[in-house]
């Protein structure tokens, strides 16, 4: 069992940052593949970001790619969103979710546990 909490969110700018945490609970997490996804007022959830359990691979949504960074610290059982040059667009709540396989997938139905989710708003 993973528990998975994310913090971070909140109201910014256009153009400005922000860093959403997951701390997760549990021992297996450096082998795990984890992952963001957010999900905006009427749209489905969408992949935005995942990293292998090495830190060896990652992938991006086209819409972030460039803008945002993700990365983890499996010492501190933590994986990070770095969001830079947001947009109004980014506006929706994030969510951080695990894969017990190590390799990042774009699939949300892949990843096993998920968090509560994190607000982040941008304002034009």
């Known amino acids: 069992q993973v528990q998975l909490v994310e913090s971070g969110g909140g109201l910014v700018q256009a153009g400005g940052s922000l860093r959403l945490s997951c701390a997760a609970s549990?021992?297996?997490?450096?082998?795990?593949?984890l992952g963001w996804f957010r999900q905006a007022p009427g749209k489905e959830r969408e992949f935005v970001a995942a990293?292998?359990?090495?830190?060896?691979?990652?992938s991006y949504a086209d819409s972030v790619k460039g803008r945002f960074t993700i990365s983890r610290d499996n010492a501190k059982n933590t994986v990070y969103l770095q969001m830079n040059g947001l947009k109004p667009d980014d506006t929706a709540i994030y969510y951080c979710?695990?894969?017990?396989?190590?390799?990042?997938?774009?699939?949300?139905?892949?990843?096993?546990?998920w968090g509560q989710g994190t607000q982040v708003t941008v304002s034009s």
């Open positions: 549990g021992r297996a997490f450096s082998s795990y593949t």
């Open positions: 979710a695990s894969r017990v396989f190590p390799t990042p997938t774009r699939s949300l139905s892949s990843y096993n546990y």
């Open positions: 990293i292998s359990s090495n830190e060896g691979s990652t």
